[in-house]
């Protein structure tokens, strides 16, 4: 099936550093790419995404680069803070028998934020 | 409030039992998901409902069965549970014609002894 590759699987920064999680993905139909935070025993919760009409988003502290020709998109997480340690999930969306998306994750990345 | 919701939390049982988990969304979504979260964190799809019709349905053993009664329910049973569908089932709906956008409810944590 379709695959999202997503790393590192664990990252560790110093707080106030920065932080970048990489995804590639297969399908070059794929128009969709959520970014999600898990804090432990929660949901994930979406904190950031692209569309494929974009290169490039930020919002809060959180930058998204979309490079659709080589089928990357990456997190980056500028002046980290202990609060920002989490599981932290890549999708991207696969177009299914034309009619709707559903959303290939990534393994996920710890990232851990030293104070 | 307009959210996800999921019941129960948590679930403990014994191999061979049948279980089933709840999901309603208040959020006027059209489209409702469930997912499976293993030990690994690892979320992989398992079932997609559009307005009560199937439309995803990944390659999951067959005890699993997806039951929508409306569009803002979707629940999931399992019949005769094995150790290794322990893991947390998560539900998500979505906006179909306007947005890209899942929302995950609290998911349900199985245990299977």
């Known amino acids: 099936g379709e695959q999202v590759e997503q790393l590192p699987s664990i990252l560790r920064v110093q707080e106030g550093s920065s932080a970048s999680i990489n995804c590639t993905y297969e399908n070059s139909a794929s128009n969709y790419f959520p970014w999600y935070k898990q804090e432990p025993g929660e949901n994930p919760k979406l904190i950031i995404d692209?569309?494929?009409?974009?290169e490039r988003k930020q919002t809060q502290g959180l930058i998204v680069l979309l490079d659709k020709k080589a089928k990357r998109f990456s997190l980056h997480i500028t002046d980290t803070q202990p609060g920002d340690s989490a599981m932290y999930f890549c999708a991207a969306s696969d177009p299914y028998g034309g009619s709707g998306n559903k959303l290939i994750f990534g393994i996920g990345t710890l990232l851990s934020v030293k104070p | 409030e307009t959210a996800v919701f999921q019941t129960p939390n948590y679930h403990v049982t014994q191999v061979g039992n049948e279980v089933s988990f709840n999901c309603k969304q208040t959020?006027?979504?059209?489209?409702m998901y469930w997912y499976k979260q293993d030990s690994k964190k690892l979320l992989k799809i398992m079932f997609s409902y559009n307005n009560k019709q199937l439309i995803v349905n990944e390659t999951v053993p067959r005890r699993f069965s997806p039951q929508s009664s409306d569009k803002a329910h979707l629940n999931l049973r399992i019949k005769s549970v094995e150790p290794e569908d322990s893991a947390v089932y998560l539900c998500?709906?979505?906006?179909?014609?306007?947005?890209?956008?899942?929302?995950f409810g609290p998911g349900t944590r199985l245990l299977v002894l």
């Open positions: 692209i569309r494929s009409n974009m």
């Open positions: 959020l006027g979504h059209d489209t």
């Open positions: 998500a709906s979505r906006d179909w014609g306007n947005q890209d956008t899942q929302y």
